[in-house]
Each structure stands twice: as C-alpha cells, then as structure tokens.
C-alpha cells in the first residue's frame, strides 16, 4: 500500500505564489508517475501536472508558463510550485501516483490518491 500526503494549500491572492509537497511512502515501485490533479466545486476532477521518475513532465494548457512540477527522487516527493495564482485556480488540490514507466504509458485514473489540500485564490 502507499500513502500519500500532500502541505502547502492555503489562501492566496490573485498573482501571489504557493508551493505544494506531496511526501509518499510505503510499497512505491520506484518507476512511477507522480502528479497533481485538481477538482473545484461542481467540476470533475482534472489534471494540473505530471512527473516520470526520469523528469518528463506534462501540463494542462491552463498552468503552462505558471506552474513547474518537480520532484526529489530519493525522498520520494513531488511539489508544484504554483506563481500568478487565478481566481480560476482555487480547487482541492490531489497529488497522485500511477504505477507506470512513462507518462504515455500511464493509464488515465492513478492507481493512488492523496486526501486533496484546499487552494483558495481570492480577486
């Protein structure tokens, strides 16, 4: 089993700046993806950002310029450092990790969850 828990949310203003830290520990594969994915209210859940254990990154088109996904292979943790935050960013923020060699391999539902931290961005 691996469990995931994420720090960093908060309240911010429009164009302020939050970092997020997702820590997993337990039985992790060490090739894996890990990423974030974000749900606001009355919205699906969606993906924010991803991370290969070999760094390849992929971005929704709505964070590309603003946000940078990375990750600290020997502490088994991935942070996602969030600059000229929106309104439109505020959601529950997940990190995730899928069991996979790649992101292309990765299937689309990770194989494991975080408990979400709240991301409010105020006008």
């Known amino acids: 089993q691996v469990q995931l828990v994420e720090s960093g949310g908060g309240l911010v203003q429009a164009g302020g700046s939050l970092r997020l830290s997702c820590a997993a520990s337990?039985?992790?594969?060490?090739?894996?993806?890990m990423g974030w994915y974000r749900q606001a209210p009355g919205k699906q859940r969606e993906l924010v950002a991803v991370?290969?254990?070999?760094?390849?990154?992929r971005y929704a088109d709505g964070v590309k310029g603003r946000f940078t996904i990375s990750r600290d292979n020997a502490k088994n943790t991935v942070y996602l450092q969030m600059n000229s935050l929106k309104p439109e960013d505020t959601a529950v923020y997940y990190c995730?990790?899928?069991?996979?060699?790649?992101?292309?391999?990765?299937?689309?539902?990770?194989?494991?969850w975080g408990q979400g931290t709240q991301v409010t961005v105020s006008s």
């Open positions: 995730a990790l899928t069991i996979a060699l790649s992101i292309v391999a990765a299937p689309t539902t990770p194989n494991y």
């Open positions: 337990g039985s992790i594969f060490s090739i894996n993806v």
């Open positions: 991370i290969s254990s070999g760094g390849s990154t």
